[in-house]
């Protein structure tokens, strides 16, 4: 259940995972109970699928916290993909997925994210691997994913209200 980032809360790390927390659930509201077909449907000006946002934010969650930030490999069913013959792999993919296997991979991948802020002694901790030649700080992933997360739980929302009238939060 989604609960509103608590603002008496003083803990930078906690305000922190509580906003990307509440974007993570808005994007798995926005994507519950819908079919295959529907999780695949597009709206005429965007080929964004709910399927595919489910999937790219996945990518998202473990390229960051896992792979640039912790130095790990990619996950199993992201290794050895040429991204630039294939930029859009994720988005493509996800549409030949089961709903509740990319809702089950989504949820998996933030649940290893939240592990790695939880290890982690500082915000200000250096990432394992650079990105653009230079180190970044786990506050920046989280703030990153934040960004990247509310983004696409805005194109969640148009997506879902094209697919079923659904709107809201």
């Known amino acids: ?30 994507t519950e109970g819908l079919t295959r077909k529907q999780l695949g449907q597009r709206i005429a000006t965007s080929d964004l699928t709910l399927a595919g946002i489910l999937y790219h934010l996945a990518l998202n969650e473990e390229g960051w916290f896992e792979v640039h930030f912790g130095g790990l490999g990619p996950r199993e069913d992201f290794t050895g993909i040429d991204w630039d013959a294939d930029p859009e792999y994720e988005f493509r993919t996800a549409l030949e997925k089961e709903p509740e296997w990319l809702r089950r991979r989504y949820r998996e991948a933030c649940n290893r994210g939240r592990q790695v802020v939880a290890r982690a002694p500082s915000l200000d901790d250096q990432s394992a691997a650079p990105w653009q030649g230079k180190p970044f700080t786990l506050r920046w992933v989280i703030l990153h994913l934040i960004e990247e997360t509310a983004r696409h739980a805005g194109h969640a929302d148009l997506l879902r209200e094209a697919i079923d009238g659904s709107v809201g939060e």
């Open 1 to 30: 259940m989604r609960q509103i980032p608590d603002p008496t809360s003083t803990d930078e790390r906690d305000v922190l995972g509580q906003y990307l927390d509440y974007q993570r659930e808005t994007i798995l509201l926005k």
